[in-house]
């Protein structure tokens, strides 16, 4: 039987028994597409960029699930450097990622870069305090860039609270200095267009939902080739198949991955070996439907 269909990592997980071969499917894995392509440019760009007195930042905004924090996922994997200073007993790193819980304070974002820093950080601590911490510890940890995830969390509150927020990233980006590269929703968007001057330091970047286009038949087609499954399922040829993932997903990606992945472990589960448009229409069950 061939197995051309499959990449290296998945072809060697077809040895395995089915339960782990299940397990593997539940494992994250990284599909290419050229939207995230774009994104992991822009911010290699950001990362490499000499450091000037107004240092450069970015916004990539879209819905929950869509792929945001995957993208910075990779970007780290891609980007390791995370070294132990013995001199100075620091930690040194070029990027750094806080995400940000609700309930927005200026005192909880400090308290997110402290923990992120390996830094103690008691919420009792008064805000000068845990400010002036985080931003002597930054200085030494030296990131070239701060990606703040959930930043429409910090965002959120009335017109001043987030002119507030944005002024401290401003600060933050001005005082360390490094590259802000914010992650968030449409609101994250509207926060940062409200005022123009910080609008032009944050360039963005959408993630859409996905379009049937070329662009999805080869997002599907990266995905299958990834399943440790011994049939080709030739999911971007069949344009039922298509159709079906489109509908029961809504085109948002976390659903695409988490529908083709039950409908991979009923291949496994009744020896089919492949995902058929019937497979799919059952695990399509167990997902959230959009309207
Ligand atoms: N490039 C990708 N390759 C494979 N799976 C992806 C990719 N992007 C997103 N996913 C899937 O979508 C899920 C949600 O992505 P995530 O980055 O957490 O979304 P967001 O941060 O926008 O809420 C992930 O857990 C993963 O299963
Ligand atoms: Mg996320």
Redesign the pocket.
Known sequence: MSIAHLAPEARAALELPDEQRIAFLAE??????PR?RKALRELERLLTCPQRTRMPSFLIH??????????IQ?FLRDHPRREFNHDTGMLQLDVLVVEMPSGPTERRFYGQLLLAMNAPYRPSDRLAAVEFTALTLLRQVGPKMIVV?EVHNLLAGSAREQRASLNLLKFLSNQVPCSIVA?GTRDALAAVQTDPQIASRFPGLE?PRWQENEDLRGFLAG?ERQLPLRKPSRLSDNRTIVNGIMSATGGV??EI??LLSHAAEAAIRTKTECITPELLQVAGGKVRFHP
């Open positions: 994250d894995r990284w599909i290419d597409y995230a879209g819905e929950s699930n869509i792929g945001k924090s995957m993208i990779k995830d992650l993630l995905f990606t976390g991955t988490a």
